[in-house]
């Protein structure tokens, strides 16, 4: 009887390192998500800030979610606590521990989930999200509207001069395709990560592509592209 105790002592032993490291490694992983992230879809128009931290909650650790998240995403009204999944994936999940919602990292800082006809949702740090902001003073100078690989449709200045809150004044040149005169902008602001044009009856969204092209949102296969001239 000793001697099995014995045995199943150094068994213990045995297996104990291995398994504090990999514990370590849950920790480590875990700590790495603390603090400020973002939900959005691909168009940016729906946006969910939340906060990871690796306060024990049911399930997994404890998330916080703005307000607005729920009306974007009205699923993350059950969601209580987040957690690692088979193959490293990143889980929402609710009271029971159900994953609600499942992403996989395809870099550092950025994960991505399928959910159907929701399409592809990214999920990324707040930070990152802060160095891309573009400020005003950025923006400022001339552009075009056009289709892509077709002639500018309209020619425009997006002027420092103030027009209201947070919004400039727009001047647009003459020779404007139809459709952008009938719209005709007058004012342009950044509105998140997003630069609005508004005009006669709207505004119209873009979204960056890179530092020179910006994109109409919600995307289409015959996008609407401001380009920096």
């Known amino acids: 009887m000793v001697r099995?105790?014995?045995l199943l002592a150094a068994l213990i032993l045995t297996a104990l390192p291995g398994w504090a490291r990999a514990e370590g490694a849950v920790n480590e992983a875990a700590q790495a998500m603390v603090g400020g992230w973002e939900i959005s879809n691909a168009d940016r128009d729906r946006r969910c800030p939340l906060v990871f931290s690796v306060e024990p909650a049911p399930g997994g650790y404890k998330?916080?979610?703005?307000?607005?998240c729920t009306g974007a995403f009205p699923i993350l009204g059950d969601v209580v606590a987040w957690g690692f999944g088979p193959k490293d994936m990143l889980r929402l999940l609710?009271?029971?521990?159900?994953?609600?919602?499942?992403?996989?990292?395809?870099?550092n800082g950025m994960f991505e989930s399928?959910?159907?006809?929701?399409?592809?949702?990214?999920?990324?740090?707040?930070?990152?999200l802060k160095v891309e902001?573009?400020?005003a003073e950025q923006?400022?100078?001339d552009w075009n509207l056009l289709r892509e690989a077709d002639k500018p449709l309209c020619r425009l200045t997006l002027s420092n001069t103030a027009s209201g809150d947070d919004a400039f004044r727009v001047i647009v040149k003459p020779g404007c395709d139809k459709a952008i005169a009938t719209f005709n902008p007058s004012t342009w602001r950044l509105d998140g990560d997003q630069l609005m044009l508004t005009g006669r009856g709207g505004s119209w969204r873009f979204s960056e592509s890179d530092a020179t092209v910006w994109e109409r949102v919600p995307l289409s296969t015959d996008p609407l592209l401001l380009v920096r001239q």
Do not use: C, W, Y
């Open 139 to 141: 923006i400022v100078g």
């Open 94 to 107: 609710d009271a029971k521990g159900a994953a609600l919602m499942a992403f996989t990292e395809v870099e």
């Open 63 to 68: 998330v916080d979610f703005e307000p607005v």
């Open 4 to 6: 099995s105790l014995a």
């Open 133 to 135: 902001t573009r400020t």
């Open 114 to 128: 399928e959910r159907g006809a929701e399409g592809l949702l990214f999920l990324q740090t707040q930070a990152s």
